[in-house]
């Protein structure tokens, strides 16, 4: 076995070593410096290993080149005006939450007086679960399905649904020695439409790599729409149709996915209040992050907390555009 000395170890983290381990602004900077440079300072510019402290608001000053380095800069903290700790108990309802978090409830929490300032956080928090998930492809079995979301969200394929984003999800599966299937990764994507050339390019961003030579997904399972069946013949994987006489049998045929659509739905009426179509993609992205990590979830707010610190960020024009 090949063991990566660079793979993070990530940390149990309950409610109580959450307020042990962070009570103040500096435990929270400190522990910001020790993820990105885990073996001591490290100049950005030049290399150079000596600092200068020259503000409470942690930024180091390389003893060489001068460069005053923030160390917040290229997490979703940087030029933050909120305090770290804030940000921190968020992410820490978020991780940990299992339908995730109402904002309007965060405000009062913690405090703030701009509905605007939890709302821009919050999404930038979901931003660093999406790129996260980004960097992971499916593989093998893969069953997929499409639902629209949005106002009466009922139904599939519909015309004239301005308002509502029509959504790909797709769970991946792999088979134990007795042929029994286990739900691995999931991904959701919003499309414009669920024609072949749009669920071809989704296949190919969700595991097969135009440079791989073989591709990671071999087959996939659908209700039989005969965009699967064109997209599927072009890339050269097998087709799977599950029939469905009755609706009501689909959460048989497609358990994972209508499982996360159904969820998804649920949790958008409830601590969200609602979607639209503008946002849709990032709170999808929420929901899949949370199924992706269902069996880890006592590392759930040291795993986002690191993936926020590695993630580039959005600023609030990009949300609000
Ligand atoms: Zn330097």
Redesign the pocket.
């Known amino acids: 076995m090949v063991v990566d000395e660079n793979k993070p170890k990530y940390q149990d983290m309950d409610l109580l070593l959450f307020q042990e381990q962070f009570k103040t602004e500096k435990d929270c900077y400190q522990w910001i410096f020790k993820t990105r440079w885990p073996k001591g300072f490290n ?1 950005p ?4 290993q000596k600092y200068s402290l020259v503000s409470t608001r942690m930024l180091y000053k ?1 003893l ?4 005053q380095i923030s160390v917040t800069a290229g997490t979703i903290f940087h030029k933050t005006k909120t305090p770290l700790l804030k940000w921190f108990w968020l992410i820490f309802r978020m991780a940990t939450s299992k339908t995730g978090v109402s904002v309007a409830e965060m405000q009062r929490e913690l405090e703030i007086r701009d509905y605007k300032t939890i709302w821009t956080m919050a999404h930038k928090i979901r931003k660093a679960m999406a790129d996260r998930d980004a960097q992971y492809k499916l593989a093998g079995l893969v069953e997929l399905d499409e639902s629209f979301f949005g106002p009466a969200s009922e139904g599939k394929r519909g015309r004239g649904a301005k308002d509502k984003g029509l959504v790909i999800v797709a769970v991946s599966f792999w088979v134990d020695d007795k042929g029994k299937e286990h739900p691995g990764f999931a991904h959701a994507f919003v499309v414009e439409n669920a024609s072949a050339e749009t669920i071809e390019s989704v296949l190919i961003r969700l595991g097969l790599p135009e440079e791989e030579i073989v591709p990671l997904i071999d087959i996939i399972r659908t209700d039989g729409w005969r965009s699967y069946q064109t997209a599927s013949t072009d890339l050269g994987i097998i087709h799977y149709r599950a029939v469905i006489r009755d609706p009501k049998d689909s959460m048989k045929l497609l358990p994972w996915t209508h499982r996360i659509i159904a969820n998804a739905k649920s949790v958008f009426k409830g601590p969200h209040r609602g979607v639209s179509k503008k946002h849709l993609q990032r709170y999808l992205s929420e929901v899949c992050y949370r199924f992706n990590r269902r069996f880890w979830p006592k590392e759930s707010f040291h795993r986002l907390l690191r993936a926020c610190v590695s993630t580039s960020t959005i600023i609030r024009d990009d949300l609000m555009s």
Not at 45 to 48: S, V
Not at 64 to 67: E, L
């Open positions: 100049c510019f030049c290399g150079h390389c060489k080149c001068g460069k």
